[in-house]
């Protein structure tokens, strides 16, 4: 056998090698970790790790869990049968076993509930809540920003943190860097304990660098809880006035929809507050959480806490939305900025409106990500030929809402996207009061009086290639 046949048979075989290990690692975390990946991703991951393994193999590493290995934490028993509800609990019962069913904290009862009509009434209810604050302020976004708001909300955090009161920021490790360089030296030389989650570049080997933290939740005095879509920086709430003159979307106030309210509901974002805080620290969780003092009246409205993410072992806001659509009688309601559902909710919302339920759905015309603007548009001519109506506003729409009848309203940060419904940390709060409901409603209906009915045509090829090429690729990591 000359040299270059042995060096020739080596290199296959290493080569083998590194393939079946690649193979027999995808396999093995399948089993261990409930991924549940959509068919194209899961082939395409099996087609990487053959063809190409030398690279597809560090970028599993790094981008290929989506779910996080539980804790040992005791099994939740099925929810049993609630005696005699009344006839505003009997609509949303379903959504109330199904969220326990998921391991989900049980509803709770809130009060005070304000719903922001706009960016200034946000910022104010957000400033008035710190500057209230007496014990501890909490606080979980994606971005806090170097420019006007962000920098008042830094400052109003300083203050309270000089005045004794226990400030904590928890900010995800990505979104620290694209609101600019957020200046956490001068948090923390005021007394705000700052936390990164996941940094991006200490998480690369723990296979994370792809999980982001999306929650949006002001937690004061664990009394009550400001939380929404919005980041704090400037577009999501007034714009910056001193360059609006500009074409560019940020320099704009975006549309995004918040609220505020008190009560038990506010003890439980306290909670899951701590269990963020705990993981991004690797710390066991803190007891600062004290139970409700007041005992909440029998016809109190109800709210739950819909947590989704790679700590929970079920994508809990999609199974919602699955669900939601088949015990839809009357309508379905929803606003989003992107719109890239998975084929299993696609289904459920053309199944729906073939039914004759009314499925109405409000998008910016232009948003801040292109290539989900050009995705959406398959789903969009589905939906349409089943029925639903789709309307596109002509500003920047970043609120997150869905409403079910007078049932059910999901209101926080996750979109209907990919990354929102599978991958990201995200925060929903189900409604269940149906006066509440209606005022969410009432809100989405309000921002669709602006908007212009969706006229589908049908794409040429090379749309239609790029379409699919980025329903395929670019969203199913």
Same mark, same amino acid.
């Given at each position: 056998m000359t040299l270059d046949i042995f060096f020739d048979r080596y290199l296959m075989t290493v080569h083998g090698i590194v393939v079946a290990f690649g193979l027999i690692l995808y396999v093995a975390a399948a089993r261990a970790l409930p991924q549940r990946r959509d068919p194209s991703a899961a082939v395409a991951w099996v087609v990487a790790l053959t063809l190409l393994p030398y690279v597809a193999l560090p970028l599993y590493f790094m981008f290929g869990s989506r779910k996080l290995r539980m804790r040992d934490e005791p099994q939740l028993a099925l929810p049993q049968v609630e005696s005699a509800p009344d006839?505003?609990? %009997?609509?949303?019962?379903?959504?109330?076993?199904?969220?326990?069913?998921?391991g989900l904290a049980p509803a709770a009862a809130y009060d005070a509930l304000r719903i922001h009509a706009d960016g200034a009434e946000a910022r104010r209810a957000a400033l008035e809540l710190i500057g209230g604050a007496t014990r501890t302020i909490d606080v979980c976004t994606f971005i806090l920003a170097r420019d006007g708001l962000g920098d008042e909300i830094a400052a109003a955090? #300083?203050?309270r943190a000089e005045q004794g009161v226990a400030v904590r920021l928890l900010i995800d490790g990505i979104g620290a860097w694209l609101g600019g360089r957020l200046d956490l030296d001068a948090l923390r030389r005021s007394g705000v304990e700052v936390v990164k989650f996941v940094p991006p570049f200490r998480s690369i080997l723990r296979g994370r660098a792809n999980l982001r933290n999306h929650r949006k939740m002001v937690v004061v005095d664990a009394a009550r809880l400001w939380c929404g879509g919005r980041n704090f920086a400037d577009e999501y709430f007034e714009g910056d006035p001193a360059r609006r003159a500009g074409k560019t979307l940020r320099n704009h106030a975006w549309h995004d929809l918040s609220f505020d309210l008190g009560g038990e509901l506010a003890v439980q974002a306290c909670e899951l507050f701590e269990k963020d805080w705990a993981y991004a620290? #690797?710390? $066991?969780?803190?007891?600062?959480?004290?139970? $409700?003092?007041? %005992?909440?009246?029998? !016809?109190? @409205?109800?709210? *739950?806490?819909?947590?989704?993410?790679?700590? *929970?072992? !079920?994508?809990?806001? &999609?199974? +919602?939305l699955v669900s939601g659509c088949f015990m839809a009688r009357r309508r379905v309601l929803v606003v989003t900025p992107y719109f890239i559902p998975d084929a299993t909710l696609l289904m459920a919302l053309t199944l729906a409106a073939r039914r004759g339920v009314q499925i109405d759905i409000v998008l910016p015309r232009r948003s801040n990500h292109h290539l989900a603007d050009v995705a959406r548009h398959r789903p969009l001519r589905d939906l349409a030929a089943a029925g639903a109506r789709i309307w596109f506003e002509p500003f920047m729409q970043h609120a997150k809402a869905i409403v079910i009848d007078d049932q059910l309203a999901l209101v926080g940060s996750a979109n +209907? !996207?990919?990354?929102?419904? =599978? +991958?990201? /940390?995200?925060?929903?709060?189900? =409604? /269940?009061?149906?006066?509440?409901?209606?005022?969410?409603?009432?809100? %989405?209906?309000?921002? #669709?009086?602006?908007?212009?009915?969706? *006229? @589908?045509?049908? @794409?040429?090829?090379?749309? !239609?290639?790029?379409?699919?090429?980025? +329903?395929?690729?670019?969203? &199913?990591?």
């Open positions: 006839d505003a609990e %009997i609509a949303s019962l379903w959504a109330r076993r199904l969220g326990r069913s998921m955090l #300083r203050a620290t #690797r710390t $066991p969780p803190l007891a600062r959480c004290p139970a $409700p003092h007041v %005992i909440a009246a029998s !016809d109190a @409205p109800l709210a *739950q806490l819909v947590p989704s993410g790679p700590e *929970q072992v !079920d994508d809990t806001v &999609q199974s +919602l +209907l !996207d990919l990354r929102s419904l =599978f +991958l990201n /940390y995200e925060l929903m709060v189900a =409604f /269940y009061e149906p006066a509440d409901v209606r005022r969410f409603a009432a809100w %989405i209906e309000g921002e #669709r009086a602006a908007a212009s009915r969706f *006229q @589908p045509t049908e @794409p040429g090829l090379l749309r !239609d290639l790029a379409e699919g090429l980025l +329903l395929w690729l670019a969203f &199913q990591l």
